[in-house]
């Protein structure tokens, strides 16, 4: 291909860039002024539909890079316009061929041998044509039925050129609207793309992937339970330009009648696949990173066990680094914001403001369970409505106008291995979403993490020597103490603790032991910090009875008297004394909080209106049962309302029981 031919699709390219973003734009200002919502939905089905359309045309008219962007874009059903999957699916194994006699003298060039030196049978019409090369049938001399995999002429020029133009569009789209820079992923792209181009590679990489997946070409239903059961064809003869394979006969996963006609469970061969993945990324740490449907084939006779093809883009990761991507899933799945933010500092993910909650949201919305297609769009307005709301979060915490927050990248630096990655898990997702089916990735690919930190996650003092801190022993009662804790460690009974205990005003206990978290490994220190909860409780008691002494508070009153908003819903019987001795009814009065927001406990004010409007379970002083969540809120409601000024408290306490307990108390 000469510079003028590459210079004309270099314009083809930029020009219909702009003109898809013009056109959205110019339909994004008009739909704020549209007040049917039956002709605005229709305007946009339109513009998906023209504009998905053009890219269409234009890849398989430049072929190379666009037609693997469009077969990737093609498996987003769960996100992308139902417009441009039914016209992006058909990049996936339907190119035009390109002309026998080319293929032919590509074979010849590159094993150095004639058509009929190498095979009894040649297929002139090919199985696939893709972006980099076409697959033809054959038979060797030898009889062995084989599929030859032949790379288009010129095509690595190509492709090189293709991968400057799309860089310069990810700079210009990053410029244009800023939230959208997707240069991190580019230049990954830019440095693993071309590796597919030598055929040698592909034929390691597919020889390494079996190996690790144990793949047989038999069912082996013995397998162990980390192990999967999917099928690889053996590499025959590789070179630069051609790779030569076992022939598997089976259906294409992309082919949704066929697989109903032979009776193939859909969502159990993606289970299958999310499988070996999960193994490839987590156990092997060595990953395919093109999951695309044209790459899958499913096995004809039962038990139609998945055929994984293509493995020209395939990622190595260091042990590091796949414990760190094994510790980020396994901290989303349990809702550990500390692990969280710990895996993002081992893996080179760096954050330019400290936003934990926001950074949990994504992460979760990283690793939730696959859409169907036929749920994408209210998906898609799900994912527009987080977005919006961590956008206002980060604009509220930055101080910044709303032009500026759409220009400030929260990530200041995004590890390139986390980029193939990040491709595979939506790559999957798509796939699911292609054959409507739904896959719950926390349960699959947990058990695959796990194994992962299996060294590392919840290790008890017999298999760590530094187990408990080492820190002196204060006394006798310390040293039992100690021994006491590494027997119920031993027996999986504590995780992370920390004990400190004063006699006379002298420390005798002062113990740390255990790791901060199952997937987090680090080891509790003294000066290890803890959400607390319960340990508060005694505070909160003290604080009602340093009232009663004071002669501030009667026991026998009914809350009611003091706080009038909470005498509803057959509360006006309770009285303080049935607070403090857990016999107020009210044990469960808090509980939906952790459901339906766990940060709605951060609010004082919203708390204590759930309290008031609360209605207890049991009549008052009749049953003590604990309550775990309420008490704080019920002590602290009670006094607040008792003082009116919660400044008089702080000084008033702080000053007696400061010198008992070296206590600051802090609200």
């Given at each position: ?466 187990w408990i801190y080492d820190t002196p022993v204060h006394s006798d009662v310390e040293a039992k103490l100690r021994q006491i804790l590494v027997e119920l460690g031993n027996k999986d009974k504590i995780l992370g603790i920390q004990v400190c205990a004063y006699k006379d005003g002298e420390v005798i206990i002062d113990t740390a032991a255990g790791v901060l978290g199952r997937y987090d490994p680090r080891p509790v220190q003294p000066d290890s910090l803890f959400p607390v909860f319960s340990v508060t409780k005694g505070i909160a008691a003290g604080m009602l009875h340093w009232l009663v002494d004071n002669g501030k508070l009667n026991l026998d009153e009914s ?109």
């Amino acid at each position: 291909m000469g510079w003028g031919n590459i210079f004309r699709r270099r314009v083809k390219v930029f020009s219909l860039a702009v003109l898809i973003y013009l056109d959205y734009k110019a339909l994004q200002k008009r739909d704020k002024f549209m007040k049917s919502k039956e002709k605005s939905e229709m305007l946009w089905k339109r513009a998906h539909e023209r504009n998905a359309q053009r890219v269409r045309n234009l890849m398989i008219q430049s072929e190379g890079l666009w037609v693997k962007l469009g077969q990737y874009l093609s498996t987003r059903a769960d996100v992308l316009p139902s417009a441009y999957i039914s016209l992006l699916k058909q990049l996936q194994d339907s190119l035009p061929p390109r002309p026998l006699q080319e293929v032919c003298h590509t074979i010849e060039r590159e094993l150095r041998k004639s058509m009929k030196e190498l095979f009894l049978d040649f297929d002139e019409n090919s199985l696939a044509t893709a972006s980099i090369a076409q697959v033809h049938r054959a038979t060797l001399i030898d009889g062995r039925k084989v599929v030859v995999k032949v790379q288009h002429e010129d095509i690595k020029r190509i492709i090189l050129e293709d991968l400057k133009d799309a860089k310069s569009i990810v700079d210009w789209i990053a410029w244009a609207e800023p939230q959208y820079n997707f240069n991190p992923m580019i230049d990954e792209w830019c440095k693993e793309a071309p590796k597919e181009l030598d055929f040698n590679h592909e034929a390691e990489n597919t020889r390494t992937v079996s190996k690790n997946l144990g793949c047989t070409n038999k069912y082996d239903s013995d397998k162990p339970i980390n192990q999967v059961d999917v099928l690889i064809p053996e590499v025959i003869q590789s070179t630069e330009k051609v790779l030569i394979l076992e022939y598997m006969d089976g259906i294409r996963l992309n082919d949704l009648e066929s697989l109903e006609a032979c009776g193939v469970n859909k969502q159990k061969v993606v289970e299958e696949i999310t499988r070996a993945y999960a193994h490839q990324i987590y156990v092997d740490g060595f990953f395919n990173g093109d999951p695309h449907p044209g790459n899958f084939l499913v096995s004809k006779e039962p038990p139609h066990h998945p055929v994984l093809l293509d493995f020209g883009l395939t990622k190595k990761i260091s042990s590091s680094m796949k414990q760190s991507l094994a510790k980020m899933f396994l901290a989303s799945a349990e809702g550990d914001h500390v692990a969280l933010l710990s895996s993002f500092a081992e893996m080179g993910l760096k954050l330019r403001l400290d936003l934990p909650e926001q950074a949990m949201d994504v992460t979760s919305v990283f690793f939730r369970a696959s859409t169907p297609a036929n749920e994408a769009a209210e998906f898609v307005k799900s994912l527009d409505e987080r977005r919006t709301r961590n956008m206002k979060v980060l604009q509220e915490k930055m101080n910044l106008s709303q032009k500026e927050v759409k220009r400030f990248n929260p990530i200041d630096a995004f590890p390139g291995d986390m980029v193939i990655f990040s491709r595979v898990v939506n790559l999957l997702r798509g796939l699911s979403s292609t054959l409507d089916v739904r896959i719950v990735y926390q349960d699959i690919m947990r058990p695959f993490a796990e194994s992962v930190l299996q060294e590392k996650i919840a290790r008890g003092p017999s298999s760590s020597e530094q187990w408990i801190y080492d820190t002196p022993v204060h006394s006798d009662v310390e040293a039992k103490l100690r021994q006491i804790l590494v027997e119920l460690g031993n027996k999986d009974k504590i995780l992370g603790i920390q004990v400190c205990a004063y006699k006379d005003g002298e420390v005798i206990i002062d113990t740390a032991a255990g790791v901060l978290g199952r997937y987090d490994p680090r080891p509790v220190q003294p000066d290890s910090l803890f959400p607390v909860f319960s340990v508060t409780k005694g505070i909160a008691a003290g604080m009602l009875h340093w009232l009663v002494d004071n002669g501030k508070l009667n026991l026998d009153e009914s809350i009611a008297n003091i706080w009038p908003e909470f005498g509803t819903n057959g509360k006006n019987l309770i009285k303080v004394h049935h607070v403090l001795n857990h016999t107020a009814g009210l044990q469960n009065a808090l509980a939906n909080l952790r459901e339906e927001h766990p940060l709605l406990m951060t609010d004082w004010d919203e708390c204590l209106k759930r309290i008031a409007m609360s209605a207890p379970e049991t009549e008052p002083g009749q049953v003590q049962l604990y309550h775990y969540l309420s008490f704080g809120w019920l002590c602290g409601g009670i006094i607040e309302k008792q003082l009116f000024d919660l400044s008089t408290l702080k000084a008033s306490y702080t000053l007696e029981f400061h010198q008992v307990w070296n206590l600051v108390l802090q609200r």
